[in-house]
């Protein structure tokens, strides 16, 4: 069954750290690049961060340049997104999607992270 | 990276047509034929309807059609069904080779 199936979200405190993990399946990991997309709650989609399907270039939204960090183990079949320095406004559903031609066909269903005092 | 420009809701009755706008700049929607649109309804992931501004994937109805012109994309549903009642999305290559997303707009079926 081809899947994406993310954890690792839950409460944190502005300032501390959470790492996401995105597990696929029923497909060629190793092939495809891979983002993260978030949503926060009631709004809009944001896009923010692909790697290559190599891992040789990864490329971030503004909003998360220098705090959040996009990687992948190919021998687990499993992207990760390590978030650093947490701000109220992370707070949203992050979203695992597969790129290919076209990109963003296969989405996972989500991992809340919110940030709390 | 400021997010492509779409009306927040748009609403129609079933079996009419509408029409959904998506504008960028010479940056993104502009510079590339990787313009997409993308399905949400609530509580669900989104689903992609139309890639590289109009085709559509397997299994995405007819009723589902897409065009651009210049830096404004467009996303168009004819024979409007209480099922297209959901969210829509716009989403861009850009020459930084980034992603960018629209705001989003509300589809009510009247």
């Known amino acids: 069954q081809v899947q994406l199936v993310e954890s690792g979200g839950g409460v944190v405190q502005p300032g501390r750290s959470l790492r996401l993990s995105c597990a696929a399946s029923g497909f060629t990991f190793r092939s495809h690049g891979m983002h993260w997309v978030r949503q926060a709650p009631g709004k809009g989609l944001e896009w923010v961060a692909v790697?290559?399907?190599?891992?040789?270039?990864?490329l971030y939204a503004d909003s998360v340049k220098g705090r959040f960090t996009i990687s992948r183990d190919d021998s687990k079949n499993t992207l990760f997104l390590q978030m650093n320095g947490l701000r109220v406004d992370d707070t949203a559903l992050y979203y695992c999607a597969r790129d290919d031609n076209p990109p963003f066909d296969l989405w996972g269903r989500g991992t809340l992270v919110t940030v709390s005092s | 990276q400021s997010a492509l420009t779409q009306p927040a809701s748009v609403s129609g009755s079933p079996g009419q047509s509408i029409t959904i706008s998506c504008t960028g700049t010479s940056s993104d929607v502009g510079s590339y034929k990787y313009v997409s649109w993308y399905q949400q309804h609530p509580g669900e992931a989104p689903k992609l309807i139309i890639y590289?501004?109009?085709n559509r994937p397997s299994g995405v109805s007819d009723r589902f059609s897409g065009s651009k012109s210049g830096n404004t994309a467009s996303l168009t549903i004819s024979g409007l069904q209480a099922e297209d009642d959901a969210d829509y999305y716009c989403n861009s290559y850009t020459t930084r080779s980034t992603w960018v997303f629209g705001g989003g707009t509300k589809l009510t079926v009247l």
């Open positions: 790697i290559w399907y190599d891992g040789s270039n990864k």
């Open positions: 590289d501004v109009s």
